[in-house]
């Protein structure tokens, strides 16, 4: 990945110095950006439709996942590609084009791109309900859980089935380092409001002063 376990705790990883993040004001990539700095590694943040807040060590491009030529710019003397893009952020009239534009035209044309290069790592996000986590599951799920859209998901876990799928043959066709990592439901201060993100921190606390379930 981009962080290795030293003796002193997380460390920066010596072969990579500059980072692409895809998705910058997510709930992943706004997260991800300030951690990586404090690292120690230079951060490019790819500014799309909303403004990137500008911090010591940022730099800022801007293009979009769609735009293959901004791409080519963007990645240009990177070391590592941090692709944390959500799909219902795509254009497009209908949810299925907007789900398609991000989660599989888009990882294709950023493929395409990082096969041009060398890159150290190629970090996907993906999300846990590629297992089709909110159906019954017979047992626990793990690296070898069958992949099935569930309904409640709608076109949004047929495409981040498709898109792991694309990065996997890129990988074996390609060789680029590809690292999927699969999110659960993310609670941050800017998706759940400032009341319940003030309770989540409680709990939190409670939970590790207190040791309670």
Not at 23 to 32: A, K
Not at 66 to 74: G, V, Y
Not at 167 to 189: A, D, E, M, N, S
């Amino acid at each position: 990945m981009l962080i290795q376990q030293g003796k002193t705790g997380i460390k920066k990883n010596d072969r990579i110095e500059k980072v692409l993040v895809i998705g910058p004001n997510g709930n992943v990539g706004s997260q991800l950006i300030p951690e990586l700095l404090k690292l120690g590694y230079q951060v490019r943040a790819l500014e799309f439709r909303s403004k990137v807040e500008q911090r010591e060590g940022l730099e800022v491009v801007k293009g979009n996942t769609l735009d293959p030529e901004s791409l080519e710019k963007a990645i240009d003397g990177v070391d590592a590609v941090c692709n944390m893009t959500r799909a219902f952020t795509g254009p497009g009239a209908t949810d299925c084009e907007q789900w398609c534009n991000c989660a599989v035209r888009g990882t294709v044309n950023l493929l395409e791109a990082a096969k041009e290069v060398k890159l150290a790592r190629f970090i996907a996000g993906s999300v846990d309900l590629v297992f089709g986590i909110t159906e019954p599951q017979d047992g626990s799920i793990n690296e070898n859980s069958p992949k099935h859209a569930p309904k409640a998901g709608g076109y949004y876990g047929i495409f981040k089935i498709l898109e792991e799928e694309m990065l996997r043959q890129y990988y074996r066709l390609f060789g680029i380092p590809i690292v999927i990592t699969r999110f659960p439901l993310i609670w941050t201060k800017s998706f759940c409001g400032d009341r319940v993100w003030s309770w989540c921190c409680f709990r939190q606390r409670e939970k590790r002063d207190n040791k309670i379930n």
